[in-house]
């Protein structure tokens, strides 16, 4: 049964933290620079919305699909290193309790007492020993696909919903001012929730978040009111 002394350490949430704050943020401005684009080519106000929808449901899919692949692919990583490393304890294991030792050495043990933390802990769990000191894999950070990719399309289909609604509900004339001001408040309580979370300034992360969004609205904006003027 594991000890706990009464601590909380952030990087227990940093894995499903990534994937949530990455998700909003992509739902957030994507659909957000997505319904700025089509109304400055002067969309009807039906078509913006229906851009909207298929915005969220294409964004969200297609973030499931990427973060459950590339997440994936780190797990695959992982289990590769452990099951050579579970071979290696098997072919040479006073070996690889001088490789531990070695570790414990490097970072500050006396030779000695590495010595004795390694076959210590390798008698406790080899392989969890040489994971954790050795490939850097540990429990809190391990890779988790379906978490990964679940928290990305949900976090994502939130955040686009919110300029979505706005833009349900606004009048056409207002719309672009509307639906690219509140998008702004919505990612600048992102930024400054996700930095709170994390440990970070508040300021600084809500201040870094809404810059880029203002900057990939405005871009996008033009790109639309460009390609409607020459269409």
Same mark, same amino acid.
């Given at each position: 049964?594991?000890?706990?002394?009464?601590? +909380?350490?952030?990087? %227990?949430?940093?894995?499903? #933290?990534?994937?949530?704050?990455?998700?909003?943020?992509? @739902?957030?401005?994507?659909?957000?620079?997505?319904? /700025?684009?089509?109304?400055? &080519?002067?969309?009807?106000?039906?078509?913006?919305?229906?851009?909207?929808? &298929?915005?969220?449901? !294409?964004?969200?899919?297609?973030?499931?699909?990427?973060?459950?692949?590339?997440?994936?692919?780190?797990?695959?990583?992982?289990?590769?290193?452990? *099951?050579? *490393? +579970?071979? *290696?304890? %098997?072919?040479?294991?006073?070996? *690889?309790? %001088?490789?531990?030792? !070695?570790?414990?050495? &490097?970072?500050?043990?006396?030779?000695?007492?590495?010595?004795?933390?390694?076959?210590?802990?390798?008698?406790?769990?080899?392989? @969890?020993?040489?994971?954790?000191?050795? /490939?850097?894999?540990?429990?809190?950070?391990?890779? +988790?696909?379906?978490?990964?990719?679940?928290?990305?399309?949900?976090?994502? &289909?939130?955040?686009?919903?919110?300029?979505?609604?706005?833009?349900?509900?606004?009048?056409?004339?207002?719309?672009?001012?509307? =639906?690219?001001?509140?998008?702004?408040?919505?990612?600048?309580?992102?930024? @400054? #929730?996700?930095?709170?979370?994390?440990?970070?300034?508040?300021? =600084?992360?809500?201040? +870094?978040?809404? $810059?880029?969004?203002? /900057?990939?609205?405005?871009?996008?904006? @033009?790109?639309?009111?460009? $390609?409607?003027?020459?269409?």
């Amino acid at each position: 049964m594991p000890i706990s002394n009464g601590e +909380r350490h952030r990087t %227990k949430q940093i894995g499903w #933290l990534r994937a949530a704050v990455l998700g909003a943020n992509d @739902g957030i401005l994507s659909t957000a620079s997505l319904v /700025l684009g089509v109304a400055a &080519a002067h969309a009807t106000h039906s078509n913006v919305l229906v851009a909207g929808v &298929a915005g969220l449901v !294409a964004g969200a899919m297609s973030m499931a699909a990427g973060e459950y692949v590339s997440v994936h692919s780190q797990a695959d990583t992982e289990q590769a290193d452990l *099951e050579r *490393e +579970r071979k *290696e304890l %098997k072919a040479d294991d006073e070996g *690889e309790h %001088k490789e531990l030792a !070695a570790i414990y050495v &490097a970072r500050g043990l006396d030779p000695s007492l590495a010595k004795q933390v390694a076959q210590q802990l390798m008698a406790h769990d080899a392989l @969890g020993a040489h994971a954790r000191d050795e /490939l850097g894999i540990s429990k809190n950070l391990h890779a +988790r696909p379906i978490q990964a990719a679940l928290t990305s399309a949900g976090s994502f &289909a939130v955040g686009a919903a919110m300029p979505l609604l706005v833009t349900a509900v606004v009048p056409e004339a207002s719309l672009t001012y509307v =639906v690219s001001g509140t998008s702004l408040f919505f990612l600048a309580l992102l930024g @400054g #929730l996700a930095a709170q979370v994390g440990g970070a300034g508040v300021t =600084v992360g809500a201040v +870094r978040v809404t $810059f880029w969004g203002a /900057l990939a609205m405005a871009i996008t904006a @033009g790109v639309g009111t460009l $390609f409607g003027t020459v269409v």
